[in-house]
């Protein structure tokens, strides 16, 4: 109704003129699209007929156009903050790479060259194994 009344696109208050309309608009014809031909992995996109909920409430609208202006303005300092931890990141990698290799986990070759082994008569299985290494 809203796209008779207004118009479609041309003019300067027409339906296409509101990203909220923009968001209908892809999702009905999504919906249409899906309904006449099977797009697999693309029905996916059905989840975005959720978001026709925040056009309609409008509290709702106004709380996400608000969250969307603010990530807008903090654009810069999450680029600065993703930059430095990445940094971090590839330092902690190089300065670790190597290091911490086995050193939590026993192995399978730790388990057939221990000498516990040869002591109980081979009765002994991988699970028992570290079983006993837990209680030591």
Known sequence: IKCIARGFILEKYTFLRDPWNWL??????????????????????????????????????????ALIQSLISLRDALILSSFILSIFALIGLQLYMGVLRQKCVPTYESFLN??????????????????EIDNE
Request: no cysteine; glycine share 6%; aromatic share 16%.
């Open 114 to 131: 221990n000498s516990n082994l040869y002591n109980i008569g081979f009765n002994m299985t991988y699970e028992v194994y570290l079983k």
């Open 24 to 65: 209908d608009f892809i999702v009905v014809i999504l919906a249409y699209v899906t309904f006449f031909i099977n797009l697999g992995n693309i029905a996916v996109l059905r989840i975005f007929r959720v978001l026709i909920t925040i056009a309609v409430v409008p509290g709702l609208k106004t709380i996400v156009g």
